[in-house]
């Protein structure tokens, strides 16, 4: 399958579902934390999938593995927040988050390294 956009992109789309997981976990947390983990958390986890999105879209490969590496970080700082949530709120389940980030976490090292290697020529195969 050809890759056309970012949304063809298994790793946005796994950062994606990462997204609407850490929204559901913020809304089980106590409303004192709104403006503390909630917000952090939330903002961590909405900037990985928007810099797969934004990276595909630069003009080239160094730029896009950039913006993966920042998403990388944000999924990095993702999963500290997730395992202060685990300390403080212990009977918040968070099992399927802390998957869902590490598999998100693989994926974008995958992928940065291979934006780091050199790009293949294309063939006349390659072109449609």
Request: one cysteine or more.
């Amino acid at each position: 399958m050809a890759i056309r956009s970012f949304k063809d992109l298994e790793v946005w789309q796994i950062a994606m579902e990462l997204a609407i997981i850490t929204y559901e976990i913020t809304n089980k947390l106590p409303t004192h934390e709104k403006y503390g983990l909630v917000s952090q958390m939330q903002r961590s986890a909405v900037s990985i999938p928007s810099n797969i999105a934004e990276g595909s879209k630069r003009t080239s490969r160094a730029d896009f593995r950039q913006f993966c590496l920042i998403a990388l970080g944000s999924a990095a700082e993702l999963e500290t927040q997730i395992l202060i949530i685990q300390k403080l709120y212990p009977r918040v389940k968070l099992e399927k988050s802390l998957e869902t980030n590490i598999r998100v976490q693989k994926m974008l090292t995958s992928l940065a390294k291979r934006l780091k290697e050199p790009e293949l020529p294309k063939t006349k195969t390659d072109q449609p």
